[in-house]
């Protein structure tokens, strides 16, 4: 039942991107092939805009992920009109460069100016805050639509790949730690392969952007080691995704516990860890860089395993949520009936206030209505991943934004005892 729901609610979702991308498409004039009123369609003008002050060709197929063949006849449509030309690379001959030519600068300017000028005339209309509501729409739209894009592989920690992104993890630290880092420290390959490992690597457009291993500590017992994400690929929310699925191939290995160690310093993985429902332990290994160390039961929490109904149980928010009306006062009382997921709450800032959604496994995805004591109304969307923890009580990890204002963050709720 619980699969149908979610399996519903994805094609539900996949309707309504398709819905917005068929309106914006047709809204900003990409369905013409005279892109901004310029005799060309918006491949060609997105190919000079591309070029700028000239740019290898395979760069160029590697950002617009276009075929040979296609970019090649693009380029060959504009060579035609006088605003590209291709010459040898002046170190390798074998690399071709394309660069615009005096009329192709001109056309590119002409084209940015009319760029701005349509994007300026669609924004008019609206208020000064909803033309902020946009903008920050689209920013976490470009986030959640590049993390989307990033693809997780499980990989041999010995590959070319894997070795890349040990090595910027290594050179990283060396500069956070105080004390610098040694790169003999980092894990053998063979620990991190075969049954008792294993190692991911994050790919955006075949770059590896980051990386994260676990390996068989003890009896049941995992440890998570160099989990890392390129500094360009921070904030999408990547260094989550590859904890998750760190999980997973722990819960597929027998292993039912995570454990780890970090650095003081990293504050930012000490903060990730607790947030996914990591517990702190005291040291334990002998290595001088793991000085907190953090751990996990994964095995009841991940999805395929069964997990506690939500019916009858009563949460608390963990402190004042940041950007919210939600603090440690403010008490939620839940139903789960069949997939179907309602609750009350009220207390703190929160007068009264109504939730109501779906719940896929270990994820819960709801709207929330709420009036707080100034006698004001909010809504907003959250999306909450149920775990277990240590001592049996259940943990909602939330990722919220409101809808009726600006605004989103994260929070976190444990069942009251």
Same mark, same amino acid.
């Given at each position: 039942?619980?699969?149908?729901?979610?399996?519903?609610?994805?094609?539900?979702?996949?309707?309504?991107?398709?819905?917005?991308?068929?309106?914006?498409?047709?809204?900003?004039?990409?369905?013409?092939?005279?892109?901004?009123?310029?005799?060309?369609?918006?491949?060609?003008?997105?190919?000079?805009?591309?070029?700028?002050?000239?740019?290898?060709?395979?760069?160029?197929?590697?950002?617009?992920?276009?075929?040979?063949?296609?970019?090649?006849?693009?380029?060959?449509?504009?060579?035609?009109?006088?605003?590209?030309?291709?010459?040898?690379?002046?170190?390798?001959?074998?690399?071709?460069?394309?660069?615009?030519?005096?009329?192709?600068?001109?056309?590119?300017?002409?084209?940015?100016?009319?760029?701005?000028?349509?994007?300026?005339?669609?924004?008019? @209309?609206?208020?000064?805050?909803?033309?902020?509501?946009?903008?920050?729409?689209?920013?976490?739209?470009?986030?959640?639509?590049?993390?989307?894009?990033?693809?997780?592989?499980?990989?041999?920690?010995?590959?070319?790949?894997?070795?890349?992104?040990?090595?910027?993890?290594?050179?990283?630290?060396?500069?956070?730690?105080?004390?610098?880092?040694?790169?003999?420290?980092?894990?053998?390959?063979?620990?991190?392969?075969?049954?008792?490992?294993?190692?991911?690597?994050?790919?955006?457009?075949?770059?590896?952007?980051?990386?994260?291993?676990?390996?068989?500590?003890? @009896?049941?017992?995992?440890?998570?080691?160099?989990?890392?994400?390129?500094?360009?690929?921070?904030?999408?929310?990547?260094?989550?995704?590859?904890?998750?699925?760190?999980?997973?191939?722990?819960?597929?290995?027998?292993?039912?516990?995570?454990?780890?160690?970090?650095?003081?310093?990293?504050?930012?993985?000490?903060?990730?860890?607790?947030?996914?429902?990591?517990?702190?332990?005291?040291?334990?290994?002998?290595?001088?860089?793991?000085?907190?160390?953090?751990?996990?039961?994964?095995?009841?929490?991940?999805?395929?395993?069964?997990? @506690?109904?939500?019916?009858?149980?009563?949460?608390?928010?963990?402190?004042?949520?940041?950007?919210?009306?939600?603090?440690?006062?403010?008490?939620?009382?839940?139903?789960?009936?069949?997939?179907?997921?309602?609750?009350?709450?009220?207390?703190?800032?929160?007068?009264?206030?109504?939730?109501?959604?779906?719940?896929?496994?270990?994820?819960?995805?709801?709207?929330?209505?709420?009036?707080?004591?100034?006698?004001?109304?909010?809504?907003?969307?959250?999306?909450?991943?149920?775990?277990?923890?240590?001592?049996?009580?259940?943990?909602?990890?939330?990722?919220?934004?409101?809808?009726?204002?600006?605004?989103?963050?994260?929070?976190?709720?444990?069942?009251?005892?």
């Amino acid at each position: 039942m619980t699969a149908t729901i979610g399996q519903a609610a994805m094609i539900e979702q996949a309707r309504s991107v398709r819905d917005f991308n068929r309106y914006y498409s047709q809204r900003i004039g990409l369905l013409t092939d005279r892109y901004l009123g310029q005799d060309r369609p918006l491949s060609e003008a997105r190919l000079l805009y591309e070029i700028g002050t000239g740019a290898p060709v395979r760069d160029l197929r590697t950002r617009l992920g276009w075929d040979s063949g296609y970019l090649s006849r693009s380029l060959r449509s504009l060579e035609g009109q006088g605003l590209v030309q291709l010459r040898a690379h002046e170190t390798d001959r074998r690399v071709r460069v394309a660069e615009l030519t005096a009329a192709g600068t001109a056309e590119l300017a002409e084209l940015e100016r009319r760029s701005t000028a349509a994007a300026s005339e669609l924004l008019a @209309p609206l208020t000064a805050a909803q033309r902020a509501e946009l903008i920050t729409a689209q920013h976490r739209t470009r986030r959640l639509l590049r993390l989307a894009a990033v693809t997780v592989e499980l990989t041999d920690a010995d590959s070319a790949s894997a070795r890349h992104c040990l090595a910027e993890y290594a050179a990283e630290l060396s500069t956070r730690f105080p004390e610098g880092y040694d790169s003999r420290a980092l894990v053998d390959p063979a620990e991190v392969g075969g049954a008792g490992g294993a190692f991911l690597v994050a790919y955006e457009h075949d770059n590896p952007i980051g990386c994260g291993g676990i390996r068989t500590y003890a @009896p049941g017992v995992a440890e998570l080691c160099h989990l890392w994400v390129h500094a360009d690929a921070r904030g999408l929310g990547l260094g989550r995704r590859l904890l998750a699925e760190l999980e997973r191939q722990a819960v597929t290995r027998d292993l039912h516990t995570v454990r780890l160690g970090t650095h003081g310093s990293l504050a930012e993985a000490a903060a990730l860890y607790r947030s996914a429902g990591y517990r702190q332990i005291p040291v334990y290994g002998d290595s001088p860089y793991n000085q907190l160390c953090f751990e996990r039961v994964v095995a009841d929490d991940v999805p395929g395993k069964a997990l @506690p109904s939500l019916d009858g149980r009563r949460f608390r928010a963990v402190g004042e949520v940041d950007g919210g009306e939600v603090d440690a006062a403010t008490v939620f009382d839940y139903r789960e009936r069949g997939g179907e997921v309602s609750a009350t709450y009220a207390g703190g800032s929160v007068r009264t206030g109504h939730l109501v959604g779906t719940r896929d496994g270990d994820t819960l995805d709801f709207r929330y209505v709420q009036l707080n004591t100034a006698g004001q109304t909010s809504t907003g969307h959250c999306v909450s991943r149920i775990s277990v923890l240590p001592d049996g009580r259940l943990r909602l990890d939330e990722t919220w934004s409101w809808e009726s204002r600006e605004g989103s963050g994260t929070s976190t709720v444990e069942e009251v005892g």
